[in-house]
């Protein structure tokens, strides 16, 4: 006889293959960042003879973020020879003006224009801001970056210096969350230091490189006419995503660069935090919709519970152990390229995290409108056909 109902052997095997699957995960995401930070640290060692290429970074920007200052700031103390600073707007009482005009106070000497332009092309605004501002770019290498981005001072010179090539199409980076203190933002940090990233990580070190970040994007100004210029994404949702995977169609490489940067997680309650994360998700969705049907066996601590709970055998017992220890291992090794204070610093909110994630996971498998910047688009066309303004 089985040891157990032919019903309850079948939840066991199920059980096992859940746990299989979810430390499968652990251990191939522990494994691609100890390869990623081995890579990392050749591409450092090389000298880069790209620093005294001229340079322009489009910012476009929209309102007074939190601690848009210091990130602005900090894009005006590169170590690079030559390089300008374009700040674009659409409201002439756009509240970061104020900001930009104090850089302009404090580094006098340092090329930076800001650029006042209601010139609406298309439906999504920053791809408009951006075709404003390059219309003032002098030079014919590009750096795009987020409003809410931290660099170091050295980022300029690293993220050009792939650009170098003729085979690159673009140079993106990697982020890492900064967090307030409230459990909302920290949670938010670990939605982008626990599983964006890792999973990025595992999809680049098995060769894939359908992927470009707001956070960075580096081009010549040849390969943006090549597909079409900023006016071919006018109409798109993920415009970072496309500008990669059109440079992409023509036979150019994507490169990931070494530098991490850092973004602003400034949700400080659940009821923003959820259809931010959910725009993420069903972007995500749309852009590759059987990578995310699979994504669930990234949200370990849930997967691994449920599967004991399933299975409670010996054998569901080892594998969840096995992979429980790989999320920890991997966890404590990867805070050193994060702004967590401590390796194990919120570390015990990483069941909470999974499960919240989980849950948004299973909420973007419903409907296909995300909330982004006062519109509500359709992330499954890929362009906001069908949009408002609140």
Known sequence: MPPYPPELSLLSWLGLALASCATAYACLSLWAWFRCERLNKHRRARVNDQASHAVSVLKPLHG?????????????????????????????????????????????????????????????????????????????????????????????????????????????????????????????????????????????????????????????RDALEAIGGFEALEDTLADDFWLGERTRQLGLNTVLSDVVVGTDVTETHLATLWPHELRW??????????????????????????????????SCMIVTGVGGLARLIRYGASW????????????????????????????????WRVQWRGQVLHARDHAPSRYSWK
């Not at 900064?178 to 680049?204: C, E, N, Q, Y």
């Not at 050193?336 to 999974?354: E, K, N, V, Y």
Request: include cysteine.
């Open 64 to 220: 007074a973020e939190p601690h848009l200052y210091e990130n602005l700031r900090g894009f005006c103390q590169q170590q690079h020879d030559h390089y300008e600073i374009l700040f674009g707007v659409r409201d002439p009482d756009d509240a970061a003006i104020a900001v930009v005009q104090r850089l302009q106070r404090e580094f006098p000497a340092l090329p930076m224009a800001l650029v006042i332009d209601p010139t609406v092309h298309g439906a999504n605004f920053k791809v408009s801001n951006l075709i404003n501002l390059l219309a003032q770019a002098r030079h014919d290498w590009l750096v795009l970056a987020d409003s809410d981005i931290s660099v170091p001072p050295d980022y300029l010179a690293r993220v050009t210096a792939p650009l170098g090539d003729p085979g690159t199409g673009i140079v993106t980076c990697l982020y890492h969350g900064v967090a307030g203190k409230s459990m909302t933002t920290r949670l938010g940090r670990l939605f982008i230091d626990d599983w964006f990233a890792p999973s990025v990580r595992l999809a680049h070190a098995f060769g894939s490189t359908r992927f470009a970040f707001g956070s960075t994007i580096a081009l010549r």
């Open 336 to 367: 050193r390229g994060t702004a967590r204070s401590s390796r194990w610093q919120d570390l015990w909110l990483t069941p909470f995290r999974d499960a919240l994630m989980l849950l948004e996971w299973a909420g973007a498998l419903f409907h």
């Open 281 to 314: 998700l069903r972007t995500i969705r749309a852009i590759s919709p059987a990578g995310f049907a699979f994504s669930f066996i990234c949200f370990s601590w849930p997967l691994l519970a449920l599967s004991l709970a399933l299975s409670p055998t010996l």
